[in-house]
């Protein structure tokens, strides 16, 4: 609940910021701070509990949500984290969707495949390389 209206406010403050010219931006920045402190002091712990149960679940609609899921961490409010916070679930989220890209149902990997060539554009091909070599190996 928390992650979507963490999406929703962050949309209508870009709205707001676009059509605004009176004083309630700032009265709208606090509320999207406090959101933000919220988000990456509740959600952070059973997201990341969710993401490591979702390599062992077989059902196709739980991969495939679980794939939602790492998009909207990934890329949709990659700026509401903090940065150990995407350090931590970014890294499980990113395992994930390198998982799914084997998955047998061709759906799957082609979801898979879409949402990390979104966050590839999303990071640019020099801090995706940094960001996958740091995954795939490790230091």
Known sequence: DSLMAAVQLSNH????????????????????????????TRLVGPLSVMLSLLPVNYSRAVRKSGLYL????????HSVW???????????????CLMMLGDDD???SSCSRKILRSYRSYLGATNWKRH???TVVPT
């Open 132 to 134: 996958l070599s740091k």
């Open 106 to 108: 061709n759906k799957i």
């Open 70 to 77: 790492c998009q909207v961490i990934l890329i949709d409010i």
């Open 82 to 96: 903090t940065e150990s916070n995407m350090n931590a679930l970014g890294r499980k989220s990113l395992e994930y």
């Open 13 to 40: 403050h870009a709205k707001a910021e676009e059509t605004s010219t009176s004083g309630s931006v700032p009265a709208l920045d606090k509320k999207i701070q406090d959101l933000k402190m919220e988000v990456n």
